[in-house]
């Protein structure tokens, strides 16, 4: 289904984004990039048998955990009435201290690899990205509660010191350069897809998947297959998984959750994009 843009603020995305965008169909497939996901620690549990005299407020202090906690990982006990001889979980406190101290080492070890950037009037993530020769999409990583497009005069963000060494290096030998492309921005709602929240499909993909800031990119699939992985410069790994009407040949759409991170982003030329063989 084709959806027409309509408006002044569809007039403007037509001129930031150097083209009018009539139909998006969002294709998607449930591809993961390569990516470190760092999952929570869990430590293993001990079976704690439960004495004459026991409160769980004992217990806890015996073992340096809330008692809350005790509570939250043993459901249906009863904090006013343990049952002498019945069995509780309660966490390997030496994982736990095993895994915090590690937590700190490998904290310093990050600090010791990062440099101090102040933002100066002017800034943006891309050409800072493209400055130090890294990612924005490792800035980000590193500065969870920066926005890219509220950068604060004089403020400061840390800057990976070895992100192109660590990124643009893996699996090189499984890429190939495809060439140096134009990128736009757009997003899921009605200055890109004529949708809006709450419409049926908005935001879902003809293949049920939903669009994700930070994977999603749109292609011209004659040109990059759906599905296919890629390296952007300066932006790092991305899935193409969308198409757009207006997105042809060395042309690709960049996914944003936020209509004001995509007028940030505005219009990149001549970028270099790999892929995956």
Known sequence: MKFRKTGFLLLI???FFSSTVFARMLVFDNIELETEIMQPFE???IDYQVSNGD???S???KYNIDWKKIVELNPGIDPLALVIGSTIKIPNQ???LNA???NETQNLEQESQTSVYEIKRGDTLWEIAQKYRITVDAILRMNPNVKANALAIGSTIK???NDVATMSSVSRSQRKILGFYTLTAYTAGPESTGKRPGDPGYGITASGARAKEGVTVAVDPRVIPIGSRIYIEGMGYRIAQDTGGAIKGNKI???FENVDDALEFGVKRNVRVEIFE
Do not use: H, N, R
């Open 13 to 15: 995305f037509s001129i």
């Open 43 to 45: 430590p293993t549990m």
């Open 55 to 57: 409160t769980l407020y």
């Open 59 to 61: 217990i806890g202090k």
């Open 94 to 96: 030496q994982e736990v």
């Open 100 to 102: 915090t101290a590690l």
């Open 159 to 161: 800057l990976p010191k």
């Open 253 to 255: 759409d960049v996914y």
